[in-house]
C-alpha cells in the first residue's frame, strides 16, 4: 500500500563556527497538500519554531541544537523527518573557516600527545566543522580502528600494545581531513624497560617458480604474519613472487629506512638452501641449479642491518636449508659485530627440510602454524621462539623431520610487543598506504555499480565490483570487468593459488555475493595507467532486446613503481596522508575516474579471469654475493628501471 506521504529528502547534521549561516531542507511528496513544521531540541526541551512552516528552515547558528520537521497532509496523516544536529562551535581559530568554504571537513580541535599509566584510561579527542556533518575514523600506526568512530576515542583499561602513533580522519560528501598525528605512551618511556623507536618489517613469499616446484604455503603465511605484526604496531611491507632484481630492490629499501633503536624484521618464505653456514634465498627467476650469483645471500642482508644501529634484527626463514652445491665458492661476509642484537629463527635445522600442511582450505608451513600462535606475547623474543621450538618438536606431523633452530646475541629482554617512543622526527614513512575508498559509478540506463578496492599484499589488489538495484525498466543483467591487452606481462598468481588467496580476501572482508572480482597482481611491473572496463549485459524491457552498455575506469600507475625507484624517499606528512597501513602504496584514492565509452576491443574476463605472464629472462649477472656492497646491486637496478634485469 503506498503511503500517504513519502520525505524525499530528508535534512542533514552540521558542523559550523558560531555565526555562519545555512539552510536545513527537507522534502516530501503526498496525495495532497502538504504542510511543514519545524521543531527543535535544546537541553531535552523540544518546542516547536514558531512561523518554520516552509519546506527550507534558515539558520544562523548560535548554539547546539536538535531538529526535526514534521510534515501533515489535509486528511491529517503525519510523519517526521529524521532529527538532525546542528552542532555550534564557539571558539575556532583565526581565519576558519575558509573565505570559500563549501562545507568540506575543517579541523578545529587535533588530539594531543599523552603518557597514561597502564591499566588508566586513555581518551583522544578531535573536532570538525563541515556540512554535512563529518563523521571520523581514528586510526593507530596506520591501523584502522574498527570501533572508534567517534570525535572522542576511549579506551579503558590502557595497554602497553596500545602505544603508537594516532590520527583521526573527519569525512563528508565533500572530502577528508586527517588530524594532526600524535605519539601516546602507555607508561613512560623512561618506566619502561626497553622501547622501540620504530617498528619496520619486510615480508616477502615467493610461491610461483619459472624453474623449480610451485609451493602453496607463502601465500597464507605472509597474509598471517602482516596481520600480526601490524597489531605489534609494525609497519609491514608484504610482497609476493619477486625476481632477483625486485628482491634486492625491497630489500634495500628496508635497508635504508632502518635508523638506531628500531626494531627490524625480516621474513622470507619459498625456496632455499643452505651452504657451509650461508643461508640463501632463491628468487622466483633463478634457474637450475642454485647457486649463489642466482640468490640472495641472507647473512649480507644481516650483516647490513647490524651497520643501521638498531635495538633488534630478527631474521626469520621458512625455508629449507639442505646443503647444496658444495664447490660453490663461499660469499664474502665480515662476520657480525658483536651488538647483542641479533636473532635467527630458522624453520628447520641444517640440512633439514621444512614442510608445508594443508589446513582446510588453506596451506600454511608448520613454522608459521606455532609462530602465529605465540608471537603476540609479551616475553623476551627468543623466550617466545622457543615455544614456536617446542610446540613444533611436539607435532608428530614433522617428529623426526623438522626441528626449528634458534640462534641468537640478543642481550636483553626485547620483545616486539614493547612500546614504540619515537626520537626526534616520526619515523620514515615504510608500508604507507592510501586504501582506495569504494565509488559509485552510473551507466547511462540508470544503472549503478559499487567499486570497491582489497588489497591483501602489497603487490596484489583485488578490484570488486557490486552491481545494486538495477531500475526497473531493465532485467536480466550481467556485469563484466575487462582488461587491456597490454596488462599481459604483468605477472600474476597461478591458478593453483587463486583459490587460496581469494579465500584469504573472503576471511578478511565480509561482504556479500559480488557480481566481478577481479585481480592485479605483481603490481611492481606496472608502468603506465591502469584501465579497466565495466560492460554492463541487459535486456530492455520496452524492446526485449539484449543490450550491452560500458564505463571505463583509470586507475593512476601504481605508486609500488616508484616504492621500486630511489625517488620515493620522504618523511610522512601526518596533515595530508594517513600513518602507514601495513603496505605499500597502491594508487591514490584521487587517482580513480571513470569514464563512459564505447565498447573497446578489449579482452573480457569476470570473476577469476587473469592476465597470463611472460616469464623473464635471466640475465649474466655479477655474482651477488661477492659484490663488496649490496648498494652497488642496487643501483644497477634503479639505473635499469623496475621490473628489469641488471645491465
Known sequence: MQEAIVITEQPVSVSVPVGYSFTLRCRAEGRTSLQYQWFCQHKSVCSQIPGATEQDLPITAQQTQLYTCRINDLYRNTIFSDWVKVEVHQCVARGLPPRLWRGEPVIVLNPTKQRVEMGKPLQLQCAAM?????????????????HQKKKKLWITHAKVSDSGT????????????????????????????????????????????QHHPNLMAPVTDVFELSLLLEQLGFQVVSLLDLNKAEMVTAVSRFLQLLRKGVYAIFYYAGHGYEHSGRNYM?????????????????????????????????????TCRKWYNPECALSQVQPLEPWGNTVYGYAT????EAYELQDGEFSSGIFMK????????????THMLEDVLEDIGRDPLVTGKQVMEIKHTLKEARSLTDPICPLGAAAHCWGCSHELVSKMVTFPCGAQVELRFHRLFSNVMYVCAKLQLPPPDIADAHLLLCWPTEMDDVAILKESHLDQVESLLASVYKREELDCVFQLCGLQKIQTDVVLQLDLHYTQLSTKQRTCESLQTTLQKSLLGQFFSQRNYSQPNYQRTPACAGSVCLWDASALSTDLKGQASLRTGSGRSLPSSNPSNSSSEPEENDESDLSELCSALF?????????
Open 130 to 146: 563541515g556540512v554535512p556533518a563529518p563523521t571520523y575514523q581514528w586510526y593507530r600506526n596506520g591501523n584502522l580502528l574498527e
Open 349 to 352: 635445522s641444517e640440512d633439514a
Open 639 to 647: 639505473r635499469a628501471g623496475p621490473g628489469q634485469d641488471y645491465p
Open 166 to 209: 594516532y590520527l583521526c580522519c573527519a569525512s563528508n560528501s565533500h572530502g577528508e581531513h586527517w588530524t594532526n598525528a600524535v605519539d601516546i605512551h602507555i607508561g613512560t618511556c623512561r618506566s619502561e624497560k626497553f622501547f622501540a623507536t620504530g617498528k619496520i618489517a619486510l615480508l616477502v613469499g615467493n610461491n610461483c617458480y
Open 370 to 381: 606455532y609462530l602465529k600462535k605465540h608471537i603476540l606475547q609479551e616475553k623476551k623474543v
Open 282 to 318: 632463491v628468487p622466483i627467476d633463478a634457474p637450475q641449479p642454485y647457486a649463489p650469483e642466482n640468490c640472495i645471500s641472507v647473512q649480507k642482508i644481516l650483516q647490513k642491518m647490524q651497520q643501521q644501529q638498531t635495538a633488534l634484527n630478527l631474521i626469520l626463514l621458512d
